[in-house]
């Protein structure tokens, strides 16, 4: 599928989740609403009936108030009559339970004379014991006969999506699908972008094989040759390009191995106790040779005390020559490759600096991923599959060590490689 019809695919697929996602808030609030207008409607006839009791045991004639509802869940009910707070609790307790209101609440007798609170008490609808009036409190005393009592659900809310039933199973529902949705679109992509590199790394593999071969196929020919046959001096040489170029195959056929091994978690350290300082001079004096033939140089500062460390000699050397090989390959000109050393509390720290391309913020998060290069604008004007540093991460984290990436886009690269004792 083609990058454009897969970010098509993408809008599509974003653009109708949202669309479910509004309209299910559409009909979860719809639905919310409407329980809360049935929730109100039966308080104020409970509140309705409560007045009316309480009217006709005080002999009121008068007409009875309407329910104010200052908030969503405080209710307040008028009255010219003292009230007795525990009368007032039963009938709101049994006006409730008549009509399925079982939500606790809190109740509160006012003096208006005063504008204070007189009784107040919290009320569990769980509660199936007999109100009594508890000898400990006293009774009210009042100072008029204007007064109203409120009544307030400070659990409302939960209990009306309580009652929601489906409306939170459907969300729930829907969450998961959105959640399974975003996770196998994700996969989808990631599947995608890795399709993309291991067909840059097969065709990158075909150019690095096929230059070797070429070159073997041609020198093989050249020796089979009666006029070359016959003298020595060519015969050396055209046997000497045939070793250097299968030695160069083999190493490239080593690397895509050892990347197999790490795959399939076969990754074995055999460690021992290793002078990092050595392992560092004899591979600067392997690499010396192509780094003067560049024109290049490669200075040491190894302030490290401690050398001694407990690692497997061959990875740590691979380590130090991938940091090598990278500095040069990606050198603009005449390669210039500083390596220091250091030691902190627990380990040792390698740095290699580099005069090279550089590398921007933007792609320093991909650049430890396996068969990722960083681009150059030409896709084999540097020879490599990617995976230099994805091993060089990888053995480091097999050694508890860490590497650390300092760069910029055009002035040169510096990676820490910190590995404990």
């Known amino acids: 599928m083609h990058r454009q019809a897969i970010r098509i695919v993408v809008l599509l697929a974003t653009l109708s989740i949202t669309g479910i996602i509004v309209t299910q808030i559409f009909w979860v609030r719809k639905a919310f609403d409407l329980k809360d207008k049935q929730f109100n409607d039966r308080v104020n006839i409970a509140l309705q009936d409560v007045a ?3 009217k006709k045991l005080n002999k009121d004639s008068t007409e009875v108030l309407p329910i104010k509802q200052p908030t969503s869940n405080y209710f307040v009910v008028s009255m010219n009559d003292t009230l ?3 009368l007032l609790e039963s009938l709101l307790k049994k006006e409730f339970e008549e009509r399925n209101i079982d939500v606790d609440f809190e109740y509160g007798i006012y003096d208006c004379f005063t504008d204070s609170i007189v009784f107040g008490r919290y009320v569990f609808m769980s509660d199936s014991s ?3 009036k508890s000898s400990n409190v006293p009774p009210p005393v009042w100072k008029g006969d204007n007064h109203y009592f409120g009544v307030y659900f400070p659990e409302k809310d939960s209990y009306i999506l309580s009652q ?6 459907s969300s729930v529902i829907l969450l998961v699908v959105i959640i399974f949705f975003g996770y196998t679109l994700g996969v989808i992509l990631r599947q995608k972008k890795l399709s993309e590199i291991k067909n840059d790394f097969i065709n990158n593999m075909t150019h690095e094989f096929k230059t070797p071969i070429s070159t073997i196929s041609v020198s093989s020919e050249m020796l089979m040759r009666e006029e070359v046959g016959g003298s020595a001096e060519k015969r050396a040489r055209y046997s000497r390009i045939i070793m250097d170029e299968t030695n160069r195959l083999k190493t490239m056929v080593e690397k895509v191995l050892q990347m197999a ?3 399939a978690g076969q990754i074995k350290l055999n460690k021992s106790q290793v002078d990092v300082h050595a392992v560092i001079r004899q591979t600067i004096e392997n690499m010396e040779v192509v780094i003067h033939e560049k024109g290049g140089s490669i200075s040491c500062d190894l302030k490290a005390e401690k050398t001694i460390i407990d690692a497997d ?3 740590l050397t691979n380590i130090i020559y ?3 090989d990278n500095a040069i390959k990606y050198a603009v000109e005449a390669p210039v490759i500083s390596i220091k050393t250091r030691n902190t509390a627990k380990g040792i720290v390698i740095s290699i600096q580099d005069n090279g391309i550089g590398i921007s913020k933007e792609i320093q998060k991909n650049i430890f991923s396996k068969f990722y290069r960083v681009p150059t604008g030409d896709m ?3 020879k490599g599959f990617g995976l230099g540093l994805f091993y060089v991460k990888t053995i480091t984290d097999a050694h508890q060590g860490f590497i650390k990436l300092e760069s910029e886009s055009g002035k040169g690269s510096r990676f820490d490689v910190y590995l404990p004792f």
């Open 380 to 382: 084999h004007n540097v």
């Open 52 to 54: 009316q009791q309480l």
């Open 164 to 169: 929601l039933g489906i409306w939170v199973f």
């Open 313 to 315: 000699k061959v990875h």
């Open 84 to 86: 007795h707070p525990y």
């Open 261 to 263: 091994d790490i795959d």
């Open 130 to 132: 007999e109100i009594k």
């Open 322 to 324: 991938n940091l090598l």
